[in-house]
């Protein structure tokens, strides 16, 4: 069957990202969250990178607007699921929510229906180990912000079907992404290596090598990286790099992945990156 409906659950950062690429792509999506504020958040954060698009040339003024009328808030979980035929969670990073969230999905989904998880580093095994088909759960990794990163990592897991891999690669590529294949392994591809990255930057800030700024400039200018590491870490909050390296540390038993002192010192004093206006920048709009 065709995919034509995309429920994407969240609408935050991340959701309503997935949301907006999906709806580009032309399919008919369904943004839930708890409560009509959050999803009006997430609109409104749409509406403001196709504006953004359109100023730049990059987006045309009628793909804005049918990119928006395409998008439809719920907040009914099962009603936002019935009639879906991808559904891609964009929940916190954590196993146990992730499986309630699917549990319920699985049992108000239509049967065909694909589930994918947004993961950037929890075993989509163990997600798709609490459903009663663990077939059709697989991993779609966006990257944040979705809708300017082309990037999209796929991955499998140990009860994966072939099929239901080929529904995620499809979509990944109807929504102008280029999908990566992975297996179900700690960090996947892109996490583990980018994270390695990250933490050693923050090593060498916590060693008085370099400045954040002139560690950021060495990979930008030096490697063509389009955003250092640190800025990164800024942008994709503090607390989730650090439960990450955490996670890997643990899985993997590398002492690549274990967090830096200043890392853990730095989120247990609210310093989480933009989200809360100071992180190795500051951020003073965001406050």
């Given at each position: 069957?065709?995919?034509?409906?995309?429920?994407?659950?969240?609408?935050?950062?991340?959701?309503?990202?997935?949301?907006?690429?999906?709806?580009?792509?032309?399919?008919?999506?369904?943004?839930?969250?708890?409560?009509?504020?959050?999803?009006?958040?997430?609109?409104?954060?749409?509406?403001?990178?196709?504006?953004?698009?359109?100023?730049?040339?990059?987006?045309?003024?009628?793909?804005?607007?049918?990119?928006?009328?395409?998008?439809?808030?719920?907040?009914?979980?099962?009603?936002?699921?019935?009639?879906?035929?991808?559904?891609?969670?964009?929940?916190?990073?954590?196993?146990?929510?992730?499986?309630?969230?699917?549990?319920?999905?699985?049992?108000?989904?239509?049967?065909?229906?694909?589930?994918?998880?947004?993961?950037?580093?929890?075993?989509?095994?163990?997600?798709?180990?609490?459903?009663?088909?663990?077939?059709?759960?697989?991993?779609?990794?966006?990257?944040?912000?979705?809708?300017?990163?082309?990037?999209?990592?796929?991955?499998?897991?140990?009860?994966?079907?072939?099929?239901?891999?080929?529904?995620?690669?499809?979509?990944?590529?109807?929504?102008?992404?280029?999908?990566?294949?992975?297996?179900?392994?700690?960090?996947?591809?892109?996490?583990?290596?980018?994270?390695?990255?990250?933490?050693?930057?923050?090593?060498?800030?916590?060693?008085?090598?370099?400045?954040?700024?002139d560690i950021d400039k060495a990979m930008e200018l030096g490697y063509n990286h389009p955003m250092?590491?640190?800025?990164?870490?800024?942008?994709?909050?503090?607390?989730?790099?650090?439960?990450?390296?955490?996670?890997?540390?643990?899985?993997?038993?590398?002492?690549?992945?274990?967090?830096?002192?200043?890392?853990?010192?730095?989120?247990?004093?609210?310093?989480?990156?933009?989200?809360?206006?100071?992180?190795?920048?500051?951020?003073?709009?965001?406050?």
């Amino acid at each position: 069957m065709e995919t034509q409906r995309v429920t994407v659950l969240g609408a935050g950062t991340m959701g309503r990202g997935i949301a907006q690429v999906a709806a580009a792509g032309g399919f008919d999506v369904v943004l839930r969250d708890v409560d009509h504020a959050a999803i009006e958040r997430g609109l409104a954060g749409i509406r403001q990178n196709l504006d953004v698009g359109v100023q730049k040339g990059k987006v045309a003024p009628a793909a804005r607007d049918a990119t928006l009328a395409r998008i439809l808030p719920e907040t009914d979980p099962r009603k936002a699921v019935s009639a879906a035929d991808l559904v891609i969670e964009a929940v916190p990073e954590d196993l146990k929510l992730k499986q309630d969230v699917f549990r319920d999905v699985e049992a108000a989904a239509p049967e065909h229906a694909v589930l994918a998880t947004n993961t950037s580093s929890l075993s989509v095994s163990a997600i798709s180990s609490a459903l009663k088909r663990p077939g059709r759960v697989v991993g779609m990794h966006f990257f944040n912000p979705p809708h300017l990163l082309k990037l999209l990592e796929v991955f499998r897991g140990d009860r994966t079907a072939p099929e239901t891999l080929a529904v995620a690669v499809a979509a990944a590529r109807r929504m102008g992404k280029e999908p990566i294949v992975v297996k179900d392994s700690p960090g996947f591809a892109s996490s583990r290596l980018g994270l390695v990255l990250g933490l050693e930057a923050i090593r060498m800030v916590e060693a008085g090598v370099a400045s954040a700024e002139d560690i950021d400039k060495a990979m930008e200018l030096g490697y063509n990286h389009p955003m250092g590491p640190l800025k990164l870490t800024d942008l994709v909050g503090l607390d989730v790099r650090l439960a990450i390296a955490k996670y890997l540390h643990q899985e993997l038993a590398s002492e690549a992945f274990r967090p830096p002192a200043l890392l853990e010192r730095m989120v247990a004093e609210g310093r989480l990156g933009r989200k809360t206006g100071q992180g190795f920048y500051a951020y003073p709009d965001q406050r």
